[in-house]
């Protein structure tokens, strides 16, 4: 069994060695005098996420701890890129992988899964997943990766190429080198655990916004300080936003939240691919819009610096939703209102 986990670590490790870093583009074009806005572009892992970090990082983590061997079935629930991720993790050290995920999902995700091998269980409802993947897990005799628990433990804080590392080892030679904002999402939670900590850790005087979309928790969390929050219905910003407050989103390591809202968010992710010939998801839409608020306050207040932020997946993903005119029209409404507003910051001179 040892000898198995141990290729099983090796493999993982191999893969990481042969993978590149993913790259920090300054969005030039951004016209703010003495701001610089720059996105670090996790849609270039393989899997075409940031999910893939926290993928390699779960895996190894439950290997390490002995709770995969050779033969364990790992199951997930997720209706995203979480399992995308895990299902080309299993593949490659050759475990089954059983994404338990809403009857509702996008069938593209579907065939993503199932081409990396991984087996998808429906629940008619996304607030039965947690329950039926432990339900599954236990009768299959398999592991519950449980993301939503273990994402900010999973990930080696202090460094490691970590996500926050990579952008603080990246951003060395600009102009401001430590930047003055990092803006994130939180759908677990992990990556901004992770920022949040590096930043205290190696005592930079960089703050840490959360920005969170409607229908979400986290922004009310943590403002009133209640952990106890619920919502009715989910994000419509895939990837972000939470119906509860999840373990691994650490409130302590944030300095301030901002609320997006959705239409702001959609405004921001086509002004991006119009403008800037960057196609993103929703969730870049989301922190491209806390970015260039936090660069208008500064811009107010005549401070320089740089702002960081992250595109979360590439726009590949959306075609039939918010890329889709109709699709974006019945589910969010106008977003011109935003638009005009970004047309006012943007243009270049
Ligand atoms: C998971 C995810 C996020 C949020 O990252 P966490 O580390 O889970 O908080 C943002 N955008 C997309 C597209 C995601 O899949």
Not at 86 to 108: C, D, L, W
Not at 143 to 169: C, H, K, P, V
Not at 211 to 232: G, I, R
Not at 292 to 306: D, F, N, P, T, V
């Amino acid at each position: 069994m040892k000898s198995w986990v141990s290729k099983a670590i090796n493999i993982i490790n191999a893969d990481y060695q042969r993978s590149a870093d993913t790259h920090l583009i300054k969005l030039e074009q951004i016209a703010f005098r003495d701001i610089d806005i720059y996105l670090k572009d996790e849609s270039t892992h393989p899997t075409g996420s940031l999910k893939h970090r926290l993928a390699r990082s779960l895996f190894l983590y439950a290997l390490c701890n002995g709770k995969i061997v050779e033969g364990t079935t790992v199951v997930e629930a997720s209706s995203g890129s979480t399992a995308v991720s895990e299902a080309y993790f299993a593949k490659m050290i050759g475990v089954p992988f059983v994404a338990v995920m809403p009857k509702s999902t996008a069938q593209s995700k579907i065939a993503l899964i199932e081409r990396y091998g991984g087996q998808c269980h429906f629940v008619d409802c996304p607030t039965q997943m947690h329950s039926e993947a432990t339900k599954v897990a236990h009768e299959l005799n398999g592991y519950f990766m449980d993301q939503f628990l273990f994402a900010e433990r999973a990930t080696d804080w202090r460094g490691n190429n970590n996500i926050a590392e990579s952008i603080f080892e990246q951003m060395k030679a600009e102009p401001h080198p430590i930047p003055h904002t990092v803006v994130m999402s939180a759908g677990t939670g992990g990556t901004s655990a992770t920022i949040g900590r590096y930043i205290r850790y190696k005592g930079l005087a960089s703050q840490l916004v959360v920005v969170d979309p409607e229908f979400s928790v986290f922004f009310d969390s943590f403002k009133n300080n209640d952990h106890t929050l619920t919502a009715t219905r989910g994000s419509r910003i895939e990837g972000i936003g939470r119906p509860k407050v999840e373990a691994s989103f650490q409130h302590d390591v944030i300095d301030d939240m901002i609320a997006v809202p959705d239409a702001a968010s959609i405004a921001t992710m086509h002004w991006l691919n119009n403008t800037l010939g960057i196609k993103a998801g929703p969730s870049t839409g989301t922190n491209l819009w806390g970015a260039l608020s936090i660069a208008e306050q500064m811009k107010q207040r005549g401070e320089m610096g740089s702002i960081v932020t992250l595109m979360c997946d590439s726009g590949e993903r959306y075609s039939e939703t918010y890329y889709n005119a109709g699709w974006v029209e019945k589910t969010i409404g106008s977003f011109a209102e935003y638009t005009t507003k970004l047309e006012a910051i943007g243009a270049p001179a």
